[in-house]
């Protein structure tokens, strides 16, 4: 039963990861999925209950909760647990940079990092985080 279930979860996990692979990484096509560049380290399923929790309530399912926190984990560049302004900055800019010019894209990162951060600390964990990547999926 143990073993179905694992192969279960595999075979859903494969299926994630050719999405992701097969989806579109012409920048000029209205259909462009920066993420697909990214080769982000996806862990389906191995989130805390609580973040998947909290992407549910802000609109967002469990795979693409598991597609943010592999976003933190590749750019979270000191390790920290948190993603610092410049951190964050960066995540925009590989997220909407195709379609933003430099400076707009700082801007954006900005504001966004700073609504984004909730207890206002100057740096932004991964439920906070889960915050900022619903808000950018929903307007993009």
Do not use: W
Not at 62 to 89: H, N, Q
């Amino acid at each position: 039963e143990e073993r179905l279930a694992k192969e279960a979860e595999e075979k859903e996990r494969e299926a994630s990861e050719r999405v992701i692979e097969s989806s579109n990484t012409d920048v000029t096509s209205e259909n462009y999925n920066p993420i697909a560049k990214l080769n982000l380290d996806i862990r389906y399923g191995e989130a805390d209950a609580y973040l998947y929790r909290h992407g549910n309530s802000l609109g967002i399912k469990e795979r693409e909760v598991d597609i943010a926190l592999a976003l933190f984990r590749k750019y979270d560049e000191d390790a920290s647990g948190e993603i610092d302004l410049p951190e964050f900055t960066e995540i925009i800019k590989s997220l909407v940079g195709h379609k933003m010019k430099p400076l707009l894209v700082k801007k954006y990162a900005t504001m966004e990092f700073s609504s984004s951060d909730a207890d206002k600390s100057g740096a932004i964990d991964k439920q906070e985080f889960i915050t900022a990547f619903a808000e950018i999926i929903k307007t993009e």
